[in-house]
């Protein structure tokens, strides 16, 4: 069976405390932790102390962190932005080595206008590669998720075998994949299989004005049950986490109704796929 996560982003208004007692009483085996320069839930900045205080107390109540969500970006024209956001990973790394999570979120960002995309993925494997060689060495992994300019299958395999490395993967974000729309779920899946960290899950439509509503899993326009088959005929079983975007988005339901149903929606689809 798969382990299932959620990311903090869903519950912007819980303390950490909150987080670690709630969330294994809703059937979750592990957390996505928010690490951002605003401090919620964690800073960059945080001391090595503090990193392993906070690793405890979720060691403590049996939900391990699953990966730090870091926000570093690294498809820039600029030297200064690219050593900004190395300096900003390494944080992140010694952040996860202390807290022994075996991922760590990051972005590449979006392509700046007029560079052509080969010469973008030739910036992000060069800034990446020396990051993901001192992640392998510190046990844990970078995990590139498909976001932004990002989501094609194509371009993510040629950035995966020019970094081709253990400290290296994508972290597979499928609702942001399918509506980007670029290609058939399959394709995307596909090119990165081999490379996957963990999935991301989220689900929502487009109206008729082509404004886009998250919804809970399974009642949007996700193909959710076929792509938990595939997943389970490829023997995945590493994290599939709940991205609830509670803290962009409002008007979304409150994590204490929404965090029970992913867990149950997941397993009841996990068990008939």
Not at 56 to 73: C, W
Request: with cysteine.
């Amino acid at each position: 069976m798969v382990k299932l996560s959620f990311t903090t982003l869903g519950c912007p208004g819980w303390s950490l405390e909150k987080i670690a007692e709630v969330g294994k009483s809703l059937g979750y085996d592990g957390v996505e932790l928010r690490t951002h320069p605003d401090g919620n839930h964690l800073s960059p900045e945080a001391s090595a102390k503090e990193a392993r205080e906070v690793a405890a107390l979720f060691r403590d109540h049996a939900l391990p962190i699953a990966s730090v969500m870091g926000y570093t970006t690294f498809a820039h024209t600029e030297r200064k932005d690219i050593e900004d956001n190395q300096r900003h990973m390494r944080q992140l790394i010694g952040l996860a080595a202390e807290m022994h999570a075996p991922f760590i979120r990051t972005f590449a960002g979006r392509i700046p206008q007029g560079l052509e995309r080969s010469r973008a993925v030739d910036i992000v494997v060069n800034a990446i590669l020396p990051l993901a060689v001192e992640a392998a060495g510190a046990g844990t992994k970078i995990g590139l998720e498909t976001h932004d300019d990002w989501c094609s299958g194509a371009l993510l395999k040629q950035v995966c075998e020019g970094v081709n490395s253990p400290g290296f993967g994508v972290v597979y974000d499928a609702f942001n994949a399918f509506v980007a729309g670029i290609e058939p779920w399959q394709h995307t899946y596909e090119c990165i299989q081999p490379h996957l960290a963990y999935c991301q899950l989220k689900d929502g439509y487009r109206d008729l004005e082509g404004k886009l509503h998250y919804v809970y899993l399974g009642a949007g326009e996700l193909p959710t049950a076929d792509i938990l088959s595939r997943l389970k005929q490829d023997h995945f079983s590493g994290y599939l986490s709940f991205e609830w975007e509670k803290k962009w988005h409002a008007e979304l339901a409150e994590p204490e109704q929404a965090f029970p149903h992913f867990p149950f929606k997941v397993r009841q689809l996990w068990g008939t796929a």
